[in-house]
């Protein structure tokens, strides 16, 4: 079954086919026309601008799926969408589109969760974990983790009550004069941060909580962590306590060290993410983790939760660097999914900002 998929939630418009079969699932191609040029003038996502930017891509990148696949229009036996969550603006594009498709050539069309999308990305890997298991999304919207009992049916397990840790780390990197989004850019600071902490150059990480960087109180940061038992973050406590080191800083016109604050602040992000996945195995004993979402490309988190999920002797399944931000590959293996399980949309489809998940 061959399946094209449209992805254009926030800044990026893809077009992906995916070929299924049984459980293996084929990229035949992926393309991603990225926005993010324009709204780094403006610091973030201008939701009007990415509006009219898919509208602009969405028919050529289209093109360019099927025929980087070598699929005609008549080979397409499956359409699926993000319908939700994400811009509305955004979201209606590549919904439109590919209603008009799907109709046009008289095709089944699926509407799938962005977020489900994200973790779909693990089955596209050469070893697709299989449902039941615990799925961690992070991403610049979200922060949670689930428990997904079916290809389709998740339950929300603990998830951030404000904040989530993608837009976390583009808030404080904007402040540190790291470019939109700052993702890749906080994570490499952070890098330089903790060698220069450790005096190492690998293995880093675990030795960063003996440095003298670490004991600095100076530079102490909450964690995002909450300690009532439940698996849920709080994620603004912690971007506020930065903002506020950076003003103190700025004010009285003593330079900080961002290298050095960039790698306390990813050690509480990631210890927190570490935390809260190992008291979820706890609770679900030797389910597999899946953890999918942006700031899954995070060097310091996929080496931490590695472990993690080492001591608990699980396997942990993270997309590869290339299917962890926005592509519509990932649509296209949950669009499988949903298609199997009978859920089926017509041209009634709507888009939707709000979670569907659960
Ligand atoms: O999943 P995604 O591409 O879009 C949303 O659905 O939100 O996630 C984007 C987020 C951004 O906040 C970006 O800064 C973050 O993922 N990100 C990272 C890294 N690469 C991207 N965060 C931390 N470390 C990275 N290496
Ligand atoms: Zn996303």
Do not use: W
Request: hydrophobic share 45%.
């Amino acid at each position: 079954m061959n399946i094209l998929a449209f992805e254009s939630s926030c800044d990026e418009t893809a077009a992906a086919v995916v070929r299924a079969d049984g459980d293996k699932l084929n990229v035949l191609s992926s393309i991603v026309a990225s926005q993010i040029d324009i709204h780094r003038l403006y610091g973030g996502v201008v939701p009007e601008i990415a509006g009219r930017a898919h509208i602009e891509a969405i028919s050529s990148i289209t093109y360019e799926a099927l025929e980087t696949a070598h699929i005609a229009k008549e080979d397409v036996d499956l359409v699926a969408v993000t319908a939700h969550p994400g811009l509305i603006g955004a979201l209606l594009v590549a919904v439109n589109f590919a209603k008009a498709f799907a109709f046009a050539n008289h095709i089944p069309l699926v509407a799938v969760d962005h977020i489900q999308g994200h973790i779909a990305a693990a089955y596209l890997s050469d070893t697709p974990p299989k449902p039941p298991f615990l799925a961690m999304a992070l991403s610049g919207g979200h922060t949670a983790i689930y428990l997904a009992k079916s290809y389709t049916d998740y339950e929300i397990i603990g998830t951030t009550r404000d904040d989530a840790i993608g837009e976390s780390y583009d808030k404080i990197g904007r402040l540190m004069d790291i470019p939109y989004p700052a993702g890749a850019g906080f994570d490499r600071l952070a890098t330089e941060g903790f060698q220069r902490a450790t005096g190492r150059e690998e293995d880093f990480y675990r030795a960063y909580k003996k440095t003298d960087a670490y004991r600095d109180r100076s530079m102490t940061l909450p964690s995002p962590a909450l300690s009532d038992g439940t698996l849920d973050f709080s994620f603004s406590g912690l971007k506020t306590a930065t903002i506020n080191l950076l003003h103190r800083h700025e004010q009285t016109g003593t330079p900080i060290d961002h290298a050095l604050l960039a790698a306390r602040y990813t050690y509480e992000a990631t210890e927190a993410v570490a935390k809260k996945i190992a008291m979820a195995m706890d609770a679900h004993p030797a389910l597999p983790l899946v953890v999918a979402g942006g700031v899954a490309a995070n060097s310091h988190l996929r080496r931490r939760l590695t472990e993690v999920a080492k001591a608990h002797g699980v396997p942990l399944h993270i997309p590869s660097l290339s299917l962890c931000g926005d592509n519509a590959a990932m649509i296209a293996a949950q669009g499988y999914y949903e298609y199997l399980a009978g859920h089926l949309s017509d041209t009634s489809l709507n888009a939707s900002a709000a979670d569907g998940i659960v």
